[in-house]
């Protein structure tokens, strides 16, 4: 079993920036990937970045350039920063960790572009 808790979403002005974590209950040198999901109201949940346990990482296209996904193995954490975003970024963000082909989720942080 693995808990993920996310936190530092919110309400942000376009162009601006947010660092989104997620805490895991366990060592995530036991983890085989990590990933940030998000869903936007109405649409189905995609994948916006995910990182292996050996650090490669694939990008979804439209946040390429703006987003970085980064881990933190001593605290057991893994971070989202996300800058110059935008409207269609506004989404619940979700922490996904693989391990043993079983997919754990976080409960999500709302993130929200908007003037």
């Known amino acids: 079993q693995v808990q993920l808790v996310e936190s530092g979403g919110g309400l942000v002005q376009p162009g601006g920036s947010l660092r989104l974590s997620c805490a895991a209950s366990?060592?995530?040198?036991?983890?085989?990937?990590m990933a940030w999901y998000r869903q936007a109201p109405g649409k189905q949940r995609e994948l916006v970045v995910v990182?292996?346990?050996?650090?490669?990482?694939d990008y979804a296209d439209s946040v390429k350039g703006r987003f970085t996904i980064s881990r933190d193995n001593a605290k057991n954490a893994v971070y989202l920063q996300m800058n110059g975003l935008k409207p269609e970024d506004t989404a619940v963000y979700y922490c996904?960790?693989?391990?043993?082909?079983?997919?754990?989720w976080g409960q999500g942080t709302q993130v929200t572009v908007s003037s």
């Open positions: 990182i292996t346990r050996g650090g490669s990482t």
């Open positions: 996904n960790a693989i391990m043993i082909g079983t997919h754990y």
């Open positions: 366990i060592s995530i040198f036991r983890i085989n990937t």
